[in-house]
């Protein structure tokens, strides 16, 4: 089983951002939210707010757009921007797991070929988080919940921030657009006597 973050890493860039300035260009007015999302973004950058907090105040825009069709064309535009070299990888069991709303990950997985998505659980309606953001730590554990001890094989991120999945690996690989090379890590010796 391979593993693999998804922005930055399979996609390049980061498809939240993208996608808010999608939104934007299709309809002006969801500027109305920008009072609370960057009071979001402050409070997070003042240690008020964690990141599940944040994102609450960021996804409020969603209430003025029809996600289901929004996302779907937003794909159409950007689905381009999935590494290259992915498709020599793929195999049928791969996992994403990613920090970003799972509705929207998950279209973009489909599309190439993966079925198995975890990712940050939103309200696509109310741009509510109705579960912790899948990120660091809360990777593993999500990642536990359903797959148990299974191994992986290969991990691939762009992200310091997903050492603890890298640990999990029996190969880790950093992702430095457009670029991959070996991420050297150390093992812990439980790791290491359970490959």
């Given at each position: ?42 409070g ?88 912790k ?35 999990l ?27």
């Amino acid at each position: 089983m391979n593993v693999y973050d998804f922005d930055g890493t399979l996609y390049n860039g980061d498809s939240t951002i993208d996608f808010y300035k999608y939104c934007l260009s299709q309809k002006k007015s969801i500027l109305r939210h920008f009072p609370i999302q960057f009071k979001g973004w402050l409070g997070f950058h003042i240690g008020l707010y964690d990141h599940t907090r944040m994102k609450e105040h960021y996804y409020r825009f969603f209430k003025d757009i029809t996600i289901e069709e929004t996302v779907e064309n937003f794909w159409d535009q950007n689905i381009q921007k999935i590494a290259d070299w992915y498709s020599e990888k793929h195999q049928d069991d791969d996992v994403v797991i990613s920090a970003s709303p799972d509705f929207l990950i998950r279209s973009a997985c489909e599309r190439i070929g993966i079925k198995n998505v975890i990712a940050s659980p939103i309200d696509p309606i109310t741009g509510k988080p109705t579960g912790k953001n899948c990120r660091d730590e809360e990777k593993v554990r999500r990642f536990r919940e359903l797959y148990g001890d299974s191994p992986i094989d290969e991990f691939y991120s762009d992200s310091d921030a997903d050492m603890p999945l890298a640990k999990l690996s029996q190969r880790a690989f950093k992702v430095i657009w457009p670029n991959i090379i070996e991420w050297e890590i150390e093992r812990s010796e439980e790791r290491v006597s359970n490959p």
